[in-house]
């Protein structure tokens, strides 16, 4: 059985940095594409970023070049280091994970079987 857990969610000023984790259990992190979402109150979920297990990744537009999806694989964790946070970024962050190898660049939610419970995150100004 899969089990994705997220981590590392907190409170954090306008600018400033969060790093979010991600553990599996019951699935190799270096076979599958994996990715990050997010989910604001009354929004809609939004794709963040997706890593390939050859280390490719995709960035939404909003994030990109603020954050960086990463994966050890010897600890089986995918990471989402965030920063320059911003008062749009608060939502809570969910890690996911494909049945499929390749991403393919990837972003929308459908793509992805396995999900965690979410961590919160919130920017204050």
């Known amino acids: 059985q899969v089990q994705l857990a997220e981590s590392g969610g907190g409170s954090v000023q306008a600018g400033g940095s969060l790093r979010l984790s991600c553990t599996a259990s019951?699935?190799?992190?270096?076979?599958?594409?994996l990715g990050w979402f997010r989910q604001a109150p009354g929004e809609e979920r939004e794709g963040v970023a997706s890593i390939d297990p050859d280390g490719t990744t995709t960035y939404a537009h909003s994030v990109k070049g603020r954050f960086t999806i990463s994966q050890d694989n010897a600890k089986n964790t995918l990471y989402l280091q965030m920063s320059s946070l911003k008062p749009e970024d608060p939502a809570m962050y969910y890690c996911?994970?494909?049945?499929?190898?390749?991403?393919?660049?990837?972003?929308?939610?459908?793509?992805?079987?396995?999900w965690g419970q979410g961590t919160q995150v919130t920017v204050s100004s």
């Open positions: 996911a994970a494909s049945r499929n190898y390749a991403c393919y660049g990837s972003l929308w939610g459908i793509y992805y079987a396995y």
């Open positions: 019951g699935y190799a992190h270096t076979s599958y594409c």
